[in-house]
């Protein structure tokens, strides 16, 4: 429709549009409020372009930046403050964040039960299957990961909720990789015991059985916690 903003057409956009917002947040006087090279944000941010390119335009639409020919891309003068969680600098960091997403996720799910409607179940399906059938493909579990929370958050019904969630995308790839990586265990298994927490979760939210979707969310964030230090209480 217009007029509307555009949605992000993956997690992976909406892991960049966190981190760009971050880079716009954190652009140094010196700058001019002129954002680096395209070239140079994919290699910091650790992306392809056309995703960079992607959220860039969702930061358009949104009125953050601007584009001027044959200068580059500019942090608008009329431009909101921009909330940014920053990027997780230890693993301190990152069980902070993992504990503060077993309070909100498990929240969402609960909400999720209640609210769910057809679409937002068929989502969150969708990445469970996609997850299911793909485990031993990296990339693309990674991917389904990410859109299964991004989806029950959704499922809330709750702006807030998925808003919080799209903020942190960049902490939550950070820990989705590092959770395969640190223990030894082969990424394809990980993935198989992720989508397994994963349907018990959806199962849940199908059932429209809230506590049970909370428990289940907060059971499946703490696996997260042990799969990367080792025990759930770390």
């Not at 429709?1 to 880079?23: F, I, K």
């Not at 299964?148 to 958050?153: D, G, M, R, T």
Request: glycine share 6%; charged share 25%.
């Amino acid at each position: 429709m217009e007029g509307q903003l555009r949605r992000p057409d993956t997690p992976l956009v909406t892991s960049a549009l966190a981190s760009l917002r971050e880079v716009i947040t954190l652009l140094p006087l010196s700058s001019g409020n002129r954002l680096p090279s395209e070239t140079d944000l994919a290699d910091r941010l650790g992306i392809s372009r056309p995703v960079l390119r992607q959220a860039l335009e969702v930061l358009k639409q949104e009125g953050l930046i601007e584009a001027r020919k044959g200068s580059g891309t500019y942090k608008s003068a009329s431009a909101p403050p921009v909330m940014a969680y920053g990027t997780p600098e230890n693993l301190s960091d990152l069980g902070d964040c993992l504990r503060f997403r077993m309070v909100v996720e498990s929240a969402a799910a609960a909400l999720a039960a209640q609210r769910a409607d057809a679409t937002n179940i068929s989502a969150i399906r969708h990445s469970v299957e996609a997850m299911e059938n793909n485990s031993d493909k990296y990339s693309v579990a990674l991917e389904m990961d990410m859109a299964f929370h991004l989806s029950v958050a959704r499922a809330a019904h709750s702006r807030y909720y998925e808003m919080t969630l799209e903020f942190l995308m960049p902490h939550i790839l950070f820990g989705l990789k590092l959770g395969r990586q640190m223990k030894a265990v082969s990424p394809n298994s990980t993935s198989k015991r992720v989508a397994n927490e994963h349907r018990a979760i959806l199962t849940a939210i199908e059932s429209r059985d809230a506590d049970q979707a909370a428990d289940k969310m907060k059971e499946h964030l703490s696996s997260g916690i042990e799969r990367i230090f080792g025990n759930r209480s770390w």
